[in-house]
T-cell receptor
Framework: DAGVTQSPTHLIKTRGQQVTLRCSPKSGHDTVSWYQQALGQGPQFIFQYYEEEERQRGNFPDRFSGHQFPNYSSELNVNALLLGDSALYLC?????????????FGDGTRLSIL | AQSVTQLGSHVSVSEGALVLLRCNYSSSVPPYLFWYVQYPNQGLQLLLKYTSAATLVKGINGFEAEFKKSETSFHLTKPSAHMSDAAEYFCAVSDRASGGSNYKLTFGKGTLLTVNP
């Protein structure tokens, strides 16, 4: 039973560029959430996708956008990259119908901005 | 708005000693509460969760936590530390009114646990 998988594992970009991160949820899960974890901090919620729509959003600018595909996989896009976007980006999946079940996390994508 | 405070960014214990990691939360409605562990260069692994059943929750690897509503606390304990417990630990809360644990998690800043031989 595959867990949450994220790609790539590491990425280096320069300021102003755009990046796309990918996530495949755990088998049987239909909801995907994205978190940003800066160095030495706890993860911060970016947004959540269910039924291919953004359902909840945290306090992140519009430069951060996402998409969910019919197979429940998801992408996180960040435009006009800033140095402060350097972080570990975590994807988490869950099953919408079971509100008391925890989210399962992937190992993350480490994004470095030069 | 929800918030989580983890007291102590770094806790150091000797192997075999009691582990106590503190977490206090703020929520206007009964919360769901979680402890996650993060090993270097890895994602988050769930240790245990509180979802309104028993207030004393047992998790993996010998960890447990007690939900105390009057103190708005959810401290994590383990009777005897092992070298393999060295990692970063995060307490998190989700808003039951918004639908529960499927919804956004608010995390504390984490506590780094060091275990000395």
């Amino acid at each position: 039973d595959a867990g949450v998988t994220q790609s790539p594992t590491h990425l280096i970009k320069t300021r102003g560029q755009q990046v796309t991160l990918r996530c495949s949820p755990k088998s049987g899960h239909d909801t995907v959430s994205w978190y940003q974890q800066a160095l030495g901090q706890g993860p911060q919620f970016i947004f959540q996708y269910y039924e291919e729509e953004e359902r909840q959003r945290g306090n992140f600018p519009d430069r951060f956008s996402g998409h969910q595909f019919p197979n429940y996989s998801s992408e996180l896009n960040v435009n006009a990259l800033l140095l402060g976007d350097s972080a570990l980006y975590l994807c988490a999946s869950s099953l919408r119908a079971y509100s008391n079940q925890p989210q399962h996390f992937g190992d993350g994508t480490r994004l470095s901005i030069l | 708005a929800q918030s989580v405070t983890q007291l102590g960014s770094h806790v150091s214990v000797s192997e075999g000693a009691l582990v106590l990691l503190r977490c206090n939360y703020s929520s206007s409605v009964p919360p769901y509460l979680f402890w996650y562990v993060q090993y270097p260069n890895q994602g988050l692994q769930l240790l245990l969760k509180y979802t309104s059943a028993a207030t004393l929750v047992k998790g993996i690897n010998g960890f447990e936590a007690e939900f105390k509503k009057s103190e708005t606390s959810f401290h994590l304990t383990k009777p005897s530390a092992h070298m393999s417990d060295a990692a970063e630990y995060f307490c998190a809360v989700s808003d039951r009114a918004s639908g529960g644990s499927n919804y956004k998690l608010t995390f504390g800043k984490g506590t780094l646990l060091t275990v000395n031989p």
